[in-house]
Each structure stands twice: as C-alpha cells, then as structure tokens.
Nanobody, 118 residues
C-alpha cells in the first residue's frame, strides 16, 4: 500500500482559493489513479476528483472550479480549488487506487480540513 499525507487546508473566505497537496510514498506513484474525496459534518464521504495517466474525472459540483493535477517526479497530486463556497467546507481526503473503479477501496490519507467562511 502507498502512504499518503495531505496538506494545504485552512480557512478561506467565500470566493477564495486553496491548493491541496498529497504526497505519496513508494516508487510506483505514476501507476496509481489518485483522487480526492471530502466529508462534511454529518454527511457521507463524497467523490471530488481523480486523475489517472491520461484521464481526469470530476464531480459535477466542482467542474469549472477545481482542477486536479499530478507531478509524478514529486509523487504528489494537487487539488486547486477556486471560487470556494461555504458548502465546500469539509475534510478533504487523498486516495490512491489501481483504477477509478477501485479508488475508494485503496489507500487513504488522514485528511485536511478546509473551511470556507461566508
């Protein structure tokens, strides 16, 4: 399994931006599908975005606002979040899996808190 460490969360005003990072251990990072999920208080964890070798996937509620990217040389995946809304407030988790279908059953980070004030 790969170990994941998220960073970059914090408090931001509505309309602002944050960039989350997720650093992964291991020498096979480029072969993983990497993704971001989030969980707001009293809500189920939900998919946000994912990136493979040549594909990206986004939840409808972040299209046009969030961008996922990866740097395989640094074993890091990023989530650039723009035009943040109060409803984006959640703990954001990084995940790694063999495919988009198995992503949620793969490795997980500890999460980073994002709070968007109105």
């Amino acid at each position: 399994q790969v170990q994941l460490v998220e960073s970059g969360g914090g408090l931001v005003q509505a309309g602002g931006s944050l960039r989350l990072s997720c650093a992964a251990s291991g020498r096979t990072f480029s072969s993983y599908v990497m993704g971001w999920f989030r969980q707001a208080p009293e809500k189920e964890r939900e998919f946000v975005a994912a990136i493979g070798r040549d594909s990206q996937w986004y939840a409808n509620f972040v299209k046009g606002r969030f961008t996922i990217s990866r740097d395989n040389a640094k074993n890091t995946v990023y989530l650039q979040m723009n035009s943040l809304k109060p409803e984006d407030t959640a703990v954001y988790y990084c995940a790694a899996g063999g495919s988009i279908a198995t992503l949620s059953g793969g490795s997980w980070g500890q999460g980073t808190q994002v709070t968007v004030s109105s």
